[in-house]
């Protein structure tokens, strides 16, 4: 089962760090893209960073200089430093997937099941 499996999420005060990190397993041959999607509290889903498999990032501009995405090719990990936090950068965090080729042939998308990041005013 080809899956993504999130974990680093928690509560924390203004201006704090947090370190989300996100794993993909399975039958995985390549994957193009990585991203990190924030879902606030009644509000829509929204890419924040994202890493081809070159590494060219892309960044939202509420994020940009105080959360840096990086990822691992050869361990299918993406990860998400997170700095300079504020409250709203509260609400689930998802990880996503995309052009993720399997050694069977498949291509597919996948997301994480969230993370919650909590900040504390």
């Known amino acids: 089962q080809v899956q993504l499996v999130e974990s680093g999420g928690g509560l924390v005060q203004t201006g704090g760090s947090l370190r989300l990190s996100c794993a993909a397993s399975?039958?995985?041959?390549?994957?193009?893209?990585m991203s990190w999607y924030h879902q606030a509290p009644g509000k829509q889903r929204e890419m924040v960073a994202s890493?081809?498999?070159?590494?060219?990032?892309n960044y939202a501009d509420s994020v940009k200089g105080r959360f840096t995405i990086s990822r691992d090719n050869a361990k299918n990990t993406v990860t998400l430093q997170m700095n300079s936090l504020k409250p709203e950068d509260t609400g689930v965090y998802y990880c996503?997937?995309?052009?993720?080729?399997?050694?069977?042939?498949?291509?597919?998308?996948?997301w994480g099941q969230g993370t919650l990041v909590t900040v504390s005013s």
């Open positions: 890493i081809t498999e070159n590494s060219l990032t």
């Open positions: 996503n997937a995309g052009g993720v080729l399997t050694f069977s042939g498949r291509t597919l998308t996948l």
């Open positions: 399975g039958s995985i041959f390549r994957i193009n893209l």
